[in-house]
């Protein structure tokens, strides 16, 4: 049903449009025969195709087209003009300023039913445009998001495949994306840069890939030639992972980089210091550190929290950057509940 | 003077579709609305406001020129045009032969 808004101040005029538009069926006319009351009546209600009178008391019909074009989502739809035979003038100005067509007086049935038929099916059209873009919208939008999930799952394997070869497990790496996650949120950075962070925290030791399984797995304390090669674990990930088209993959990168090193300049591989290292990495540093002291290891026994939350104290300004500390603890409810969510299934045996 | 109304109820049915119902109502409708249109016409005159003269002027243009009343429609056509360029003297003959169209017209459709 095609809703037909027909403005005209003459009460003749407007019964003998209704009834002709009647008569072509499939339309559901709306009359005004003030353009005031029309123009209000459009800005909560959408017509399929307006037919406006020119010569009109308060608003001519070309000042109501002009403001009914004005209107928000009101530019497409077809307009048409009644104007006397005699004004060509006007007709000019009405397809000028943005009347699709006009009809004359007196209206003549046979055209007037030949140029609403065409204004409706421009309207048709239009609609069948607009539906079809919407729909290959929400299509992109369904397909980008599978990919982008693909590409979540695919990092969460790979960050698993490095941890695989190390004593750590799947729920480490949940916990500490999630602890990263709270230090964002309290250091303000925004919805999109908490997700960022989130997404690209369990990159941070997919570097371990690369490292010999004699230094990887050795139960007891690294030479330090060992630990040199260790140390090397940053810059793998960061090669495995930079220069991506992904945003994803390449704040990993940035993550594997920069993950140990130190506030004071004392960490590795490049000694950098304060706010030159990355703010992924000063996260990233604070989070993987609590959990790693947290957690229990075929090596270690699990810290207490009071003691990790301690550790993280004296290390502000020298291992931690001091906000990313006060905003880990700032959120500790959302640690404590992570740390229940996310727990380890099977502890390895000291 | 325009020449006396004549009424050619063949050629309004043709650009209505040969629609009776439509041209019944539409008869019915001018001829409820016939005093109005001439007392706005009067008053708006008598106001000596050109550019409600004008607009009333339209209307009856095109009320007659829907009855196919062609020389009344020039008739009403030459009162809006003097209406709009500001020259209402001299026109109260006019306004007045206007009337008497619509009138005339009126009782025509009536006996229709």
């Known amino acids: ?32 025969d ?16 307006v037919i406006v009178d020119y010569m009109m008391p308060d608003m001519d019909g070309l000042k109501f087209i002009a403001a009914f074009r ?71 939008d369904a397909r980008t998001s599978e990919i982008r999930e693909r590409e979540k799952e695919l990092i969460f394997r790979m960050s698993r495949a490095a941890e695989f070869r190390d004593p750590e497990t799947g729920a480490h790496i ?23 962070v989130l997404e690209a925290a369990p990159m941070h030791d997919v570097g371990k890939i690369g490292i010999p399984d004699y230094i990887l797995l050795k139960p007891g304390k690294l030479t330090p030639e060992e630990f040199e090669v260790m140390k090397g674990h940053a810059r793998l990930g960061h090669e495995l992972l930079k220069d991506s088209g992904s945003e994803i993959l390449r704040a990993g990168a940035e993550v594997a980089l920069s993950h140990h090193e130190k506030y004071d300049g004392s ?52 291992h931690f950057d001091p906000l990313c500390v006060e905003a880990f603890l700032a959120g500790w409810e959302d640690v404590l509940e992570i740390r229940q969510r996310f727990r380890d299934e099977e502890i390895p045996q000291i | 003077m325009a020449a006396a109304f004549v009424l050619n109820k063949a050629s309004i049915l043709e650009r209505l579709g040969g629609d009776e119902e439509i041209y019944a109502v539409m008869v019915s409708m001018y001829l409820a609305d016939i005093e109005n249109n001439c007392a706005a016409l009067a008053a708006a005159y008598a106001a000596d406001d050109g550019k409600v003269l ?8 095109g009320l007659l020129a829907t009855f196919s009343d062609e020389p009344g429609a020039a008739e009403a056509h030459r009162v809006e045009k003097a209406a709009q360029a500001g020259e209402l003297a001299g026109l109260g003959d006019a306004v007045t032969e206007l009337q008497s169209r619509l009138r005339e017209v009126a009782a025509v459709l009536r006996a229709g």
């Open chain 1, 1 to 32: 049903m095609h809703t037909v808004l027909i403005i005209d101040d003459s009460d003749i005029n407007l019964t003998l449009i209704k009834a002709l538009v009647l008569k072509l069926g499939e339309c559901n006319p709306v009359l005004f």
């Open chain 1, 34 to 49: 003030k353009p005031l009351a029309a123009l209000e009546w459009c800005r909560s209600n959408e017509p399929d195709l």
């Open chain 1, 70 to 140: 004005a209107l928000h989502g009101r530019n497409e739809i077809p307009v048409l003009m009644i104007t006397a035979n005699d004004q060509r003038d006007v007709r000019y100005e009405a397809l000028l300023g943005g009347a699709n067509d006009y009809l004359t007086k007196p209206i003549d049935r046979v055209e007037f039913g030949a140029r609403v038929r065409n204004m409706l099916s421009l309207r048709i059209g239009q609609k069948f445009l607009a539906d079809r873009a919407a729909h290959l919208a929400e299509l992109v």
């Open chain 1, 174 to 196: 949940q916990r500490m994306a999630h602890y990263s996650q709270v230090i964002a949120h309290g250091l303000d950075l925004g919805p999109a840069m908490e997700k960022l």
């Open chain 1, 267 to 318: 960490g590795y591989p490049k000694g950098l210091k304060g706010t030159q290292i990355p703010q992924l990495g000063r996260i990233v540093a604070v989070a993987d550190v609590f959990d790693a002291l947290t957690s229990e290891r075929p090596y270690k026994r699990a810290w207490t929290l009071d003691d990790a939350c301690r550790f993280l104290e004296d290390g502000r300004g020298k």
């Open chain 2, 54 to 61: 004008q607009r009333e002027a339209h209307t009856i243009k």
